[in-house]
């Protein structure tokens, strides 16, 4: 079974950067779909950024685009988050999660979680 395990959390103010890591323990497939997910006390689970592996197309929720990119090292195992123009909003525990089987948007289709990494950020 797939482990994966994020790093890189940690406590900025708004405006600040944070970058996100995640290693899976096997290497990812080329037609694999990994992707983040973030969860707020309170409230769900939320989808934030997905990338085809072998051809780095990305999809992101709506309330990161053009502040959060994902990216992979491709010929490994690992994938990143790049945080920028953080806002105290984007406070959530941020889950690394992967392969994708259905809906890419939906939490219940990702078929291997990480324990997650917390993001704070302060006004």
């Known amino acids: 079974q797939v482990q994966l395990v994020e790093s890189g959390g940690g406590s900025v103010q708004a405006g600040g950067s944070l970058r996100l890591s995640c290693v899976a323990s096997e290497r990812v497939a080329d037609n694999a779909l990994m992707g983040w997910f973030r969860q707020a006390p309170g409230k769900e689970r939320e989808f934030v950024a997905a990338?085809?592996?072998?051809?780095?197309?990305?999809y992101y929720g709506e309330s990161v685009k053009g502040r959060f990119t994902i990216d992979r090292d491709s010929a490994g195992n690992t994938i990143y988050l790049q945080m920028n123009s953080l806002i105290p909003e984007d406070t959530a525990l941020y889950y690394c999660a992967g392969p994708v089987s259905g809906n890419l948007y939906i939490a219940s289709s990702y078929q291997h979680w990480g324990q997650g990494t917390q993001v704070t950020v302060s006004s």
């Open positions: 990338i085809l592996w072998s051809r780095g197309i990305t």
